[in-house]
């Protein structure tokens, strides 16, 4: 069909064998296999079905101690578990690579100290490289400490505090490190979050943990608020800080991508 109205008309001859040339290139394009698995979301504030809940509103079964891995101590009522000073920094019994986590957080209502001393907590993705919670409204500090930032590494791109006492979101997208077999590595973590809805940092190249002297990458280390130096190449757990100030969470949930 294409060439024979090339013959009868040349100019229209030109679009049509470029239709059929397009149409050939887009059918090869097609991929069919394999078929995205259905995920399903009853309501906005729901996790997705295919999410692994880490804290519903009921207990800490997926947490343990982050050194010596015994019962969480932290207080739960109404569905909300809170941080208090020496409840100790907690770590999902489970490890973890690429995910997507979403968090809800509340710094105390009642403001005690300022700057790093006010709503001080961590989201430490593989234990090793920290999203800061603190509250950030109305509270000046460095930049690449206030909540949103990659600690000490990347300030937010922008400042979504709300109020003490108020319950806040990050919504995490995290790449884990690549290492080769020499333990060098191949490709570093990234990052995406999304701070009460608004981008605060977008896909950020993780310079190494956040919590040594200097960031680092390492095959062997010893994840924060630990002591035992262990394998750190692949999968690990998600742990939150006990910074010393009142910090609650609910609906912690997790997905593996």
Not at 100 to 120: D, F, K, P, Y
Not at 145 to 159: E, M
């Amino acid at each position: 069909m294409c060439w024979q109205r090339r013959f009868t008309l040349f100019t229209g001859a030109v679009f049509s064998l470029m239709a059929c040339t397009l149409g050939l290139a887009a059918e090869n394009a097609q991929i069919w296999e394999p078929v995205p698995e259905l995920v399903t979301v009853s309501e906005a504030e729901s996790p997705p079905s295919d999410a692994i809940i880490l804290f519903g509103g009921t207990d800490l079964d997926a947490w343990h101690t982050a050194e010596s891995e015994q019962a969480v101590a932290w207080e739960i009522e109404a569905g909300v578990a809170t941080v208090r000073r020496g409840n100790g920094t907690i770590k999902t019994r489970q490890a973890f690579g690429d995910i997507q986590l979403h968090v809800e957080w509340r710094a105390n209502a009642e403001i005690e100290g300022e700057g790093q001393s006010r709503g001080n907590s961590g989201i430490f993705l593989q234990s090793l490289y920290e999203l800061q919670i603190l509250d950030s409204w109305q509270n000046p500090t460095y930049v690449n400490g206030q909540a949103g930032a990659i600690y000490l590494q990347h300030p937010p791109l922008a400042n979504a505090a709300r109020a003490p006492g108020e319950w806040q979101s990050y919504d995490i997208f995290f790449t884990a490190p690549r290492f080769a077999t020499d333990g060098s590595v191949n490709t570093p973590a990234y990052i995406t979050v999304l701070h009460n809805g608004v981008l605060v940092q977008n896909h950020a190249e993780i310079k190494g943990a956040t919590y040594t002297p200097q960031p680092i990458y390492a095959v062997r280390c010893t994840p924060y608020a630990q002591t035992r130096e262990q394998d750190c190449s692949g999968k690990m757990p998600i742990s939150l800080q006990d910074h010393g100030q009142v910090v609650s969470y609910r609906n912690i949930w997790i997905r593996e991508l």
